[in-house]
């Protein structure tokens, strides 16, 4: 009862059209992508051999591409193809019409299943991530098709385009797999409310948490 009441204070709240300004300035920005940079090429290199395994077994036990690209909208508005380890069957969406993925959706494959649930579906993002298209801490990119239907709600959606998308963030953690338009707006408030109060330090400590939570195993 809480919660769907401090979802519908936050309903409200996204009619009126507020001034959101950036927690960081330049300085911390420059470090910030430094960081990404370093880490990322680093991380590709240690983890090369992870992402062997992993191609051996989607090519042994599924047929279909080892890598899924879809498009995302990302910094400035701009579209990227993300990257990911495909963890579904292919033509997933014959229709057309895109469709949320689920928590345990029927559309994975047994190795996509394991993959989606430690996580390591997301590693080629560590490209993503070196070329500059993401960092590791900011909002998931989403598909132009439900920013649409954000928008129609929240209109503060635009304040998100001023970072990069991130391969992790608060809501990430916190909100887990964002599967319905409630947690999605939800989404859209932890992740305004992370441009406001972002600083390397709390950048620092939502990687932090986010490695602690995929070594230790624990869901989110």
Request: glycine fraction near 6%; include cysteine; aromatic fraction near 10%.
């Amino acid at each position: 009862m809480c919660v769907r009441k401090h979802f519908n204070i936050m309903i409200q709240q996204a009619t009126i059209d507020t001034e959101i300004t950036d927690g960081m300035g330049s300085v911390q920005l420059a470090v910030k992508r430094a960081f990404d940079c370093l880490l990322a090429l680093v991380s590709l290199i240690l983890l090369s051999p992870v992402f062997l395994i992993i191609t051996l077994s989607l090519k042994i036990k599924s047929s279909g591409p080892v890598l899924f690209r879809q498009e995302r909208i990302g910094y400035g508005g701009r579209p990227f193809q993300i990257l990911k380890f495909r963890t579904m069957v292919t033509d997933t969406e014959e229709d057309g019409v895109p469709v949320l993925a689920q928590k345990d959706d029927e559309r994975l494959t047994p190795v996509g299943g394991f993959l989606r649930e430690h996580h390591l579906d997301e590693l080629p993002q560590l490209w993503n991530i070196l070329v500059g298209e993401m960092s590791f801490v900011g909002p998931r990119p989403e598909r132009k098709y439900f920013i649409d239907k954000i928008m129609e709600h929240n209109s503060d959606y635009r304040y998100i385009y001023l970072m990069r998308p991130g391969a992790t963030s608060m809501a990430t953690i916190y909100n887990g797999y964002t599967d319905t338009m409630e947690k999605m707006l939800i989404r859209l408030q932890m992740d305004l409310d992370y441009l406001q109060k972002r600083s390397l330090l709390l950048d620092a400590k939502i990687l932090l948490t986010t490695m602690k939570y995929v070594v230790f195993g624990k869901k989110f």
